[in-house]
């Protein structure tokens, strides 16, 4: 999918810029063995046509783009989607967040920025997760290392048949301003309808497991 990207638009340093990029993709091989296909990604079946769930992302430079470090972050048994990219004007604190839905990416109802499939129709126990580090040299696993589920949506079981319901958050925006992070999403009530959550926190202390 299109990649989100920073770097430091008014670093004044004499090293070059770092940069980092996220992006998801349905090729997703095992994060322990490296192997592909992956026994854990799974389907996206609400789709039409369906679809392997997809995974996280990035690739961190730390010579201006000259040179590349890739990273895959996540191994599908979630489904990741809409993923954001952030950093510290002063090249020293790098975050990103996502969410994951347990179901597979679900298609819009036709009414709204949700039609298409941009993962604002979530089924219940869809969350967003985030990752940081204050430097993008060296080996992997690196932001893996740090990632944590920002969000405490939990799916419960529907009666009969369906999908899960409960609460979903959806399409997280990020920003950072010095060395605080701030995420904006918006969440289901479980029971229709829609609030906004707000997370601040120290870029290298978010919130785990949280409401906002």
């Not at 920073?6 to 994060?31: E, H, K, M, Q």
């Not at 489904?79 to 347990?102: H, L, R, Y």
């Not at 997760?129 to 944590?148: A, D, E, F, K, Q």
């Amino acid at each position: 999918d299109k990649a989100s990207i920073f770097a430091p638009s008014s670093y004044s340093g004499t090293s070059p810029r770092n940069i980092l990029v996220s992006w998801t993709s349905t090729y997703c091989p095992d994060l322990a063995s490296g192997t592909y296909p992956n026994a854990l990604q799974k389907i996206a079946t609400a789709l039409a046509p369906t679809r392997p769930y997809k995974c996280l992302w990035t690739a961190r430079s730390i010579d201006a783009g000259a040179t590349w470090t890739a990273e895959q972050l996540t191994d599908a048994a979630l489904d990741a989607e809409n993923d954001v990219v952030t950093g510290a004007q002063s090249n020293n604190a790098f975050a990103i967040a996502w969410q994951t839905d347990p179901m597979g990416l679900q298609p819009g109802e036709g009414d709204g920025p949700g039609d298409g499939g941009s993962g604002a129709h979530t089924t219940g126990g869809t969350n967003i997760w985030y990752t940081r580090t204050s430097s993008l040299s060296g080996v992997n696993p690196l932001l893996r290392n740090n990632v944590v589920q920002l969000t405490d949506n939990v799916a419960i079981p529907p009666m009969g048949d369906g999908p899960p319901t409960g609460p979903g958050a959806s399409r997280p925006t990020l920003q950072m301003s010095g060395s605080t992070a701030v995420i904006v999403y918006e969440e289901t009530k479980g029971s229709g309808g829609k609030d906004v959550h707000f997370h601040s926190f120290a870029y290298n202390n978010p919130d785990q497991n949280s409401d906002g």
